[in-house]
Structures are given as structure tokens and as C-alpha cells.
């Protein structure tokens, strides 16, 4: 249980959280920021480097072109403005997973300023939160302390990382909730992978998040004292972590202390922050302008070329989905969780005969499934070619609802595609009308009393006929025809009584 949840209702009522979040991307080029070094996650330590992103005199850095192509369209994507002349600065500090003494980064002059982010509040409407400045920067090495042989305690620098380009998002401080910060987060990374400008992988550290949270009394004009969390790898522990802070924050202030402003780490086992370093003074990086790279200009004309590259994003997406396949905003989320299946459903469903319908057997018959199954949509077994395949035989009336059900239970049960399943059982549909009639007639013949029902202008009875012939058809009878032939034969008879 988080301090949170161990409040009082009326405690916590008397306090307003703020939140603004850092967000560090790592950019997926080819080679880092500032050398030719390859960026790959993993390798044997200290492999991918070269003496400019270790710092060695002499080695000067070269811009890639690459990785302001991706800072541009992830900047155009949440919606902030490309300043045309940016400056890269050197941020001091010394740390051992920094070889230079410095990093390479953004600050007074950043690449792109004043975007935001629509989410969900706690009453499902759209909140703005705004983006104060995205920029630039390079990534540091990697300390390592656990996983190694020795039976002393060491720490290990791998500077494989040292270099690796990255944007860092700089939130306003309009968050107010632990919730409002996860939709934040799972909407940011949704926009970054629908434009490809980086894999979020947060175990492999792709994504990176810092938190800096504070609590006021709410009415009050001035924000509390805050802290700033750290070393949180999920979106699921950033909610936890932010709602324990804030009730230890507001513990604290309860008591009568007050919060000191510092760095925290939240230790996942335990569920709780711990202290890290004292930030009672903000530190002094000593930024000056890199004295080796000139000013970024990304002019208009290179501006718009690389906009080309911007896809349609995740929310127009699903506004245009909703009216166009006259879908739910929930079936929108499902058809449009990545890009790539989003743009393989819209190439099948222009295939097939009824686009709705196979929206309806993703949402309605696979989704459900692939739930009991523990899959996402990428690792169904019925591929959306077989998909396209079910929908098209029902919409012709080849295949009834009922045989569909089975033939997709098959398709999970033995982990095979639609096709395969249904070349193989070959289930025929009963559409020949004496057949059904026999049948019909057959029913009618044994339940006299639901037809004395029918007869006495009960018309909902003739679903039991439906039902009985679909099960002495075992499931083969066309639907459409059986409904018809159903309701003539029982007006038929009250007709002539």
C-alpha cells in the first residue's frame, strides 16, 4: 500500500499535487550524436567508441544530420515550434560515466519550444498538458554494480552508451495526478513509435524518465517544495513512485516539517523512495556554447522536407477510423495500438467486401481470445489475411456466426491461420430451402406449444424455432434463410387459425 492510500480522505483533500516530467528519448540512427561509433544497445563493454566520444584531445565532434531529422519530427509531432537557429552548449560536471567532464546539450537556445499533449482527466475529458522545450543532447556511459564475479563491491563503466544522440521532453508543471502522468508517458510514447524516431524499449534504457513532484495546499498561488524522482524503468512503478510521494510529502507537512528539495530513487521492492542527494541549491553546470560545433539552423525548406517523413498520428488516426469504419473510440485504441498493425488492418480491411465487419471480428472474436491466450495483437495466430478470409465468407452468407466461433476456437486451440483451418474442415453452409423447411417443420412439430404462443401474437417466439433448427442443423444453416423461412411458416400458421 503507498502512503497515499493510507491517508484520510480529508487529508488528502486539502492538498493539490504538481507534477512535470523529464523525459529522455535515445534516437534510433545508425551512429551516435557526434561520431561515427555504431549506436547499438549491448555489445561487450567499451567496444562501440572511438576518441571523440571518449573526449580524447584532439577529437572533434561532427553533428549527425540523422538525429536532428528525428528531434525535428518527434518536436512537430507533440506539437511545438522549430526554433530555426538552436545552439549546442556544454553542460559541466564531472561523474565516471562521463568521460569528457561534460555532456553536449541544449540550453538557453534549445531545437524546439512550446508544444503539449492532450489526456483523459479524471473525468474522461481532454486535459492539455504543455511541453516547455525539447533539445538536443548526447547520452552518458553506464555504471555497473551488480552481476560481476568479484566478491568485493565494485562499480564497472561501460562507455558503450557514451555519445548515443538523445531529446530530452521537458513537461510544464501541469500534472496533477499519478494518473494524469501515466496517460502522459503512454501517450508520449505512442506518438515517438508511431513516428519511428525511437524504440521506448525502458528496459534497454531507450526511455528514461525523471519526476519532479511537489504538493500545496490547494488555493495556494505558490508551488511546494519539490522532489525530483529518479531510476523509475516502467510506467506502472512512475505511478506508484509519484503516489508515494505524494503522501510523504504530505505526511511531512502534516507533521509540521517541512519537505526538503531533493533527488530520490524509488526502490521497486519496496515500494518506497529513498533520499539520494540534497538539491537545496540548483547545480551549477556551467554552461557555456560548445566551442566546437557552430549554431544548429534548421532552416524552412529543410524543415518541411523532413516533415514529409511525419505519419499520420495515433489521435487524428483514430478520429478519422471512427467516422470512416463507424467504430467505438475503444475499438479505435485497439486498431490503432501501433503503427504497423494499424496500417496492416486499413491495406486488409480496403480488401475485404465489408471493412465493418472485419472491424467487428478483431474487436468482437479475436481481441477475446488473444486475452485468454495471454497474446497481443501481433502474435495471434489468425493473421488479418485470415481475417479478411472469415469476414468475406460471412458477409456472402458461406459461414454462419456459429461456425465462425468454432472455426477461430480451432485456429487458437492448434495455433494455426484461418485458411489452413477452414481448408481443411470445409464446413458446408445448409442453404438449400427444403432442407430447412424439413427441419423447420420438424421443430414446429414438437414444441405445439410455442407455436400456440406464436399463434396468440407472441412474435418473439420464433427466436426458440431459430435456435432449435440452428442446433438440429448443427450450426450449418444459413441464418439469413432460416430467420426468413422460420417466420413465413409460423405466419402461415397463424394465418390459418
Known amino acids: 500500500m ?23 528519448v535515445q ?20 567496444t562501440h567508441v572511438c576518441p571523440t566520444c571518449l573526449g580524447l584531445p584532439g577529437a572533434l565532434p561532427v553533428l549527425n544530420r540523422r538525429a536532428v531529422e528525428l528531434a525535428v519530427l518527434a518536436a512537430r509531432a507533440i506539437h511545438c515550434d522549430i526554433r530555426e537557429t538552436s545552439i549546442f552548449s556544454r553542460k559541466n560536471y564531472f561523474y565516471p560515466d562521463s568521460p569528457k567532464g561534460y555532456q553536449i546539450s541544449q540550453f538557453d537556445q534549445p531545437l524546439a519550444e512550446y508544444g503539449w499533449i492532450d489526456v483523459p482527466d479524471a473525468a474522461g475529458a481532454a486535459k ?32 558503450n552508451r557514451c555519445g548515443t544522440p538523445l531529446v530530452e521532453i521537458v513537461s510544464e508543471p501541469d500534472i496533477r495526478t499519478p494518473d494524469e502522468a501515466f496517460e502522459y508517458l503512454t501517450r508520449l510514447k505512442e506518438i515517438l513509435l508511431y513516428t519511428g524516431v525511437s524504440d521506448c524499449n525502458m528496459e534497454e534504457g531507450s526511455l528514461r524518465c525523471d519526476a519532479n513532484v511537489s504538493v500545496m495546499l490547494k488555493g495556494a498561488a505558490k508551488f511546494g517544495t519539490k522532489a525530483e524522482v529518479k531510476n523509475v524503468n516502467s510506467f506502472r512503478y512512475i505511478r506508484a513512485a509519484l503516489e508515494y510521494e505524494i503522501g510523504r510529502q504530505i505526511e511531512v507537512l502534516e507533521s509540521g516539517s517541512r519537505v526538503v528539495q531533493e533527488s530520490r530513487l524509488w526502490n521497486n521492492a519496496e515500494s518506497r523512495t529513498y533520499s539520494m542527494r540534497s538539491k537545496e541549491q540548483a547545480h551549477d553546470y556551467r554552461y557555456f556554447p560548445e566551442p566546437d560545433l557552430p549554431p544548429l539552423v534548421v532552416g524552412e525548406v529543410w524543415q518541411q522536407e523532413i516533415l514529409k517523413a511525419l505519419p499520420e498520428l495515433p489521435e487524428a488516426r483514430r478520429e478519422r477510423m471512427i467516422a470512416e469504419y463507424e467504430i467505438s473510440p475503444q475499438d479505435a485504441m485497439t486498431l490503432t495500438a501501433t503503427r504497423a498493425f494499424a496500417d ?43 481475417i479478411v478470409m472469415a469476414a468475406d465468407l460471412a458477409e456472402s452468407g458461406d459461414l454462419s456466426s456459429k461456425m465462425l466461433k468454432q472455426l477461430l476456437d480451432t485456429c487458437f486451440a492448434e495455433g494455426k491461420d484461418f485458411a489452413e483451418v477452414y481448408e481443411r474442415e470445409k464446413p458446408q453452409q445448409i442453404s438449400d430451402t427444403s432442407v430447412i ?27 426458440f424455432f431459430v435456435g432449435n433448427v440452428m442446433r438440429l442443423s448443427k450450426g450449418q444453416a444459413n441464418p439469413i434463410l432460416l430467420s426468413e423461412l422460420v417466420t413465413k411458416k409460423l405466419d402461415a400458421l397463424a394465418s390459418a387459425s
Not at 484520510?8 to 483533500?13: D, T
Not at 534516437?27 to 567499451?46: H, I, Q, V
Not at 400456440?452 to 427466436?463: D, I, L, N, P, S
Open 27 to 46: 534516437l534510433l540512427t545508425e551512429s551516435k550524436a557526434f561520431c561515427g561509433c555504431m549506436n547499438r544497445y549491448g555489445g561487450d563493454p567499451n
Open 2 to 24: 503507498s502512503t497515499m492510500t493510507a491517508l484520510s480522505p480529508e487529508v488528502l483533500a486539502k492538498y493539490q499535487p504538481v507534477i512535470g516530467l523529464e523525459v529522455h
Open 128 to 159: 492539455r498538458i504543455g511541453i516547455t522545450r525539447l533539445h538536443l543532447e548526447e547520452d552518458a556511459g553506464k555504471s555497473l554494480h551488480d552481476g560481476f564475479a568479484d566478491s568485493v563491491s565494485r562499480t564497472y563503466i561501460d562507455l
Open 437 to 463: 423447411e424439413a427441419m423447420i417443420d420438424e421443430v414446429i412439430a414438437a414444441n405445439p406449444k410455442q407455436v400456440a404462443q406464436y399463434v396468440c401474437g407472441k412474435k418473439t417466439v420464433a427466436a
Open 344 to 386: 496492416r488492418f486499413e491495406a486488409a480491411a480496403r480488401r475485404a467486401r465489408s471493412p465493418r465487419r472485419v472491424v467487428s471480428l478483431i474487436t468482437s472474436e479475436l481481441t477475446g481470445r488473444l486475452k485468454l491466450a495471454g497474446l497481443d495483437l501481433e502474435q495471434s495466430p489468425v493473421s488479418l489475411a485470415g
